[in-house]
């Protein structure tokens, strides 16, 4: 366990010398500020415009209004979120991998499957803490502007981060077997941007085809590749208040995270380097 937290030690000092933690840092306390300014100059009226101060609160509507703000932090977070992660994330293996990084690794008494629990360690905290620090903070505002204060949009910490979790998986996994973080980066935004939104809706698709060859190739794909599109929309669905009535998304993703680190460790520990 040792060696792990010191290959995630390294992972995570690697990516505040190549100012990926601080550009997070910074956009997140830049829609910080936004916010701060947005919530100081705009009045509860303002932002609901029915909300009756006077009598007391319309509750139905400031949840509303509440709910509109979670989305608009939360799609966007999702979505460029996971895009600035994933390049940021797509050259720690590659880096790693280079003649003279990859001889000092292995020169010390680290296992090569702590050294890849280690790197995926330190890029998905990264992540974690880089969002929940947005997230936490955009709670608290909302909490201290409305007075509401739903633990539930928390979890999105969690769904955000497994999200990239898989597909940083993928990566580790890309990177080990090309050394190419322009591939292993090609290849994850092709499933987040492409691959997992046409196959969400792979049931509209058949229907229009009505081709057996095709559903049964979509329907393979469908429960091979990790299915970030659903992801999203669970995680919207608990930014506001939401239940996940669904869990199959999130548990063929996680054996697709296992299976893909499983083979990246079974690979580099096979390759002489």
Same mark, same amino acid.
């Given at each position: 366990?040792?060696?792990?937290?010191?290959?995630?030690?390294?992972?995570?000092?690697?990516?505040?010398?190549?100012?990926?933690?601080?550009?997070?840092?910074?956009?997140?306390?830049? #829609?910080?500020?936004?916010?701060?300014?947005?919530? +100081?100059?705009?009045?509860?009226?303002?932002?609901?415009?029915?909300?009756?101060?006077?009598?007391?609160?319309?509750?139905?509507?400031?949840?509303? #209004? #509440?709910?509109?703000?979670?989305?608009?932090?939360?799609?966007?977070?999702?979505?460029?979120?996971?895009?600035?992660?994933?390049?940021?994330?797509?050259?720690?293996?590659?880096?790693?991998?280079?003649?003279?990084?990859?001889?000092?690794?292995?020169?010390?008494?680290?296992?090569?499957?702590?050294?890849?629990?280690?790197?995926? /360690?330190?890029?998905? /905290?990264?992540?974690?803490?880089?969002?929940?620090?947005?997230?936490?903070?955009?709670?608290?505002?909302?909490?201290?502007?409305?007075?509401?204060?739903?633990?539930?949009?928390? /979890?999105?910490?969690?769904?955000?981060?497994?999200?990239?979790?898989?597909?940083?998986?993928?990566?580790?996994?890309?990177?080990?077997? =090309?050394?190419?973080?322009? /591939?292993a980066m090609m290849l994850s935004y092709i499933i987040f941007f492409i691959l997992s939104p046409i196959l969400s809706i792979?049931?509209?698709?058949?229907?229009?085809?009505?081709?057996?060859?095709?559903?049964?190739?979509?329907?393979?794909?469908?429960?091979?590749?990790?299915?970030?599109?659903?992801?999203?929309?669970?995680?919207?669905?608990?930014?506001?208040?939401?239940?996940?009535?669904?869990?199959?998304?999130?548990?063929? =993703?996680?054996?697709?995270?296992?299976?893909?680190? +499983?083979?990246?460790?079974?690979?580099?520990?096979?390759?002489?380097?």
């Amino acid at each position: 366990m040792y060696n792990i937290l010191e290959i995630t030690k390294q992972t995570i000092r690697e990516a505040f010398a190549r100012k990926i933690f601080i550009m997070f840092a910074g956009v997140s306390t830049l #829609v910080l500020v936004l916010f701060i300014i947005t919530f +100081a100059a705009v009045g509860l009226e303002d932002l609901s415009g029915s909300i009756q101060m006077d009598t007391g609160k319309d509750l139905g509507v400031l949840e509303e #209004v #509440v709910g509109g703000i979670k989305l608009f932090i939360v799609i966007p977070l999702f979505g460029g979120g996971l895009f600035l992660s994933i390049f940021s994330a797509s050259s720690f293996i590659p880096n790693m991998l280079e003649k003279g990084n990859i001889d000092v690794i292995l020169s010390k008494p680290i296992s090569r499957s702590q050294i890849i629990f280690g790197k995926f /360690l330190g890029g998905t /905290l990264v992540v974690l803490l880089n969002i929940a620090y947005l997230v936490i903070g955009i709670w608290f505002l909302i909490g201290l502007k409305f007075g509401i204060w739903h633990l539930s949009f928390l /979890l999105t910490i969690v769904t955000i981060t497994f999200a990239f979790a898989v597909l940083y998986s993928l990566i580790i996994l890309i990177g080990i077997l =090309s050394q190419s973080s322009i /591939l292993a980066m090609m290849l994850s935004y092709i499933i987040f941007f492409i691959l997992s939104p046409i196959l969400s809706i792979r049931d509209q698709i058949m229907m229009l085809a009505d081709s057996k060859v095709l559903e049964i190739i979509l329907e393979g794909l469908y429960y091979i590749v990790p299915k970030t599109s659903e992801l999203g929309s669970i995680t919207s669905d608990i930014a506001v208040g939401g239940s996940i009535y669904d869990f199959q998304p999130i548990f063929t =993703s996680a054996v697709f995270l296992i299976l893909s680190i +499983a083979l990246s460790i079974i690979i580099f520990s096979k390759k002489d380097y």
